[in-house]
Each structure stands twice: as C-alpha cells, then as structure tokens.
C-alpha cells in the first residue's frame, strides 16, 4: 500500500509516522517540502502532487490548528482547513485512492450535556469549526472512499500542550485558575494514530465501513478538573517536581475571553467507531499519565 501522509510534523503527523509505516511504504510531506508540495496553501500544487504521486491512500494530519487566530485569518483558515482538503478529495476520488481526515468537536455549538453523535446538526461558532465542517462536506461530496475522525482535545508528548503549560505555571504560581465549564475528552494523538492503522486496515476489507466517526478517549473532564489531574499525577510519578500551586481555582470561560467561541460541551459519543471496529476506546487518564511519563 502506497500511502501519502501530509501534515507529518504536527501532533498527529508525527504519531501517523509511525503507525502507518507497518501498513506500506509512506510519502510524508509538510508545508515546506521540496520534492512534491505539501503547502495547503497551495490547494493546485497539493493537488498536483496527489496526480503525480498516485497513493493507494491519502491521509491529511495538516490543518490551520491556530482557532483564535482564524478569526482574524478566515481566508487562509479556509484554504488550508477546506479547499485544499477539498481538492485532495477530488483527486482522491479520481484515483479511487482512500482519503484519511481529521475533524473536530469544534463543530458543534456545544448546547446541553449529551455526547453528540454523527448524526447530530453541526453548528460551528467559530472560524475554526466553520473551516472543518466545510472540509467535511467537501469530502462526503467528492465521491472520494473515506473516513473522517471527529476528534478533541489532542495533546501529544511532543511539542507544546495544556499539561506541560499546566505543570509550569503550578511550579510558577501559589494559584491557578482554569476553567470549569467546557466538557470533553483529552484525546492522545497517539490514540488517533493507532486507531487510523486500525481502521484503515479494516476498510480494505470492508470498504462499506467508510465515513465520519466520532474518535476521542473515553471519559469526560473538563479543562479544570484536567489540570488538577495532571499536577497530581506528576507529583506522583516525580515527587522532585516543585509544585507550589496550592489551588486550581475554578472560573467559567467567561473569565476568559477569547477571539473564538468554544462549545461548552464537546463530548462526542464513540459508540458508532468502537462497534464498527471493534475497538474499546481506553480512559482519557491513562493516556494522559502516559504522556506524562515521557515529558517528566
Ligand atoms: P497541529 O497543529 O499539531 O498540526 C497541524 C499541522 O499542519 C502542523 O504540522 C502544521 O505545521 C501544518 N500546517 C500548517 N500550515 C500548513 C500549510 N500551509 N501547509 C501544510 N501544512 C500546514 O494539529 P494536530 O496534529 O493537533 O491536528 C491534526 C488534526 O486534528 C487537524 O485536522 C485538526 O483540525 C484536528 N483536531 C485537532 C484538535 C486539537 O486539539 N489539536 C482537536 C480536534 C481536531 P506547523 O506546525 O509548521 O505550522
């Protein structure tokens, strides 16, 4: 299997890496390749590349992540986020190659408390998720065999994330405050990764299996009581660390304010991934005190 990974240096490009190389040969590509071009920028030359590459699949881990940014960058958030994601859909389509996508919980409005399922109305309130939700639809029209993971939350050891910030500012400052009031699952992008190979091992088999599927841990935290884990866990693992944070005090995001509007609940229900794949989605924490394992 030929696979062409674009995106190959974020989160979830890293760890993609990996779990593809035992599926077939990858072409790993990121915005400044020099062999063939992996600019999103450039939706023609992405799409170029694609025709002259010929995958069997295509897998996009690139994408305009920056949400409060896109706000004020809305043209180039949608370039990246759903023209380029577009295009490579058509050639997709055209090869009868399987495109790989990755979509967010960003596009929901984020009302009442039940996990939202595929099926459910999006209702992006930022930039952000209007973007993905574009991406979305641009790929279930290109006729292309595919498979989008809705996701939330990635973090990964590598690179910045919420629990290093976390983790510094708690041996910085007696008090912290984070908020209590956006619901969701922190997701590993090792987990996404994994559960991509998986997948998409499964759909050579089974291509009627292809489409949209909600892909997070299992749980549900919010962002404080996230933080909270995380100082405790690293004091366990490392009890050197010099945490001097003495309270993580809860305030709602209105304490906050931000460019992008976040939903308030981003839980998404994975019953329709684990029972086509027959996966077992593992608790937020254990991948959480795995990551902490490596950055300690
Ligand atoms: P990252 O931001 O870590 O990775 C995105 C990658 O896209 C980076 O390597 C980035 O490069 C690259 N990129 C930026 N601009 C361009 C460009 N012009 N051309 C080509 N590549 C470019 O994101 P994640 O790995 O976390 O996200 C993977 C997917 O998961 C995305 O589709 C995202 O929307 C989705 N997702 C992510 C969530 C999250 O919390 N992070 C939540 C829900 C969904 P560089 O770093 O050099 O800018």
């Not at 990755?102 to 309130?125: H, K, N």
């Not at 991406?135 to 919420?162: C, D, M, P």
């Not at 922190?186 to 991509?196: E, F, N, S």
């Not at 690293?234 to 009890?239: D, E, I, P």
Request: charged fraction near 20%.
């Amino acid at each position: 299997m030929n696979i062409l990974l674009f995106g190959k240096g974020g989160q979830v490009g890293w760890e993609l890496q990996r779990s593809l190389s035992v599926l077939g040969t990858v072409t790993a590509l990121d915005f400044d390749s020099t062999d063939h071009c992996g600019d999103f920028a450039n939706p023609s030359g992405v799409a170029d590349t694609v025709r002259a590459l010929r995958p069997d699949v295509i897998v996009n881990a690139a994408a305009h992540t920056a949400v409060d940014k896109a706000e004020t960058e809305p043209d180039l958030a949608r370039t990246l986020n759903a023209t380029t994601p577009g295009a490579i859909a058509l050639e997709a389509a055209k090869l009868g190659a399987w495109m790989v996508h990755y979509s967010t919980d960003y596009v929901f409005d984020g009302s009442g408390s039940r996990p939202w399922v595929e099926t459910d109305t999006p209702a992006p309130l930022s930039v952000y998720g209007r973007t993905k939700r574009e991406s979305e639809q641009r790929i279930a029209e290109s006729g292309a065999k595919h498979l989008i993971l809705r996701t939330s939350w990635v973090y990964a050891a590598r690179g910045g994330n919420f629990a290093k910030t976390m983790l510094r500012l708690a041996q910085e400052r007696d008090r912290l405050t984070v908020i209590d009031d956006q619901w969701g699952a922190p997701t590993g992008a090792d987990l996404l990764a994994d559960v991509t190979a998986h997948a998409l091992r499964q759909l050579q088999q089974r291509p009627q299996d292809a489409g949209l599927y909600h892909c997070v841990a299992a749980g549900e935290t919010n962002w404080n009581e996230y933080a909270k884990y995380v100082i405790a866990r690293a004091q366990l693992m490392q009890s050197a660390i010099n945490i001097i944070a003495k309270e993580v005090a809860p305030v709602p995001t209105s304490a906050f304010p931000t460019p992008a509007v976040r939903p308030h609940n981003s839980r998404l229900n994975t019953g329709k991934l684990q029972a086509t794949f027959g996966l077992k989605m593992p608790h937020w924490q254990a991948g959480v005190a795995r990551m902490l394992a490596e950055i300690l």
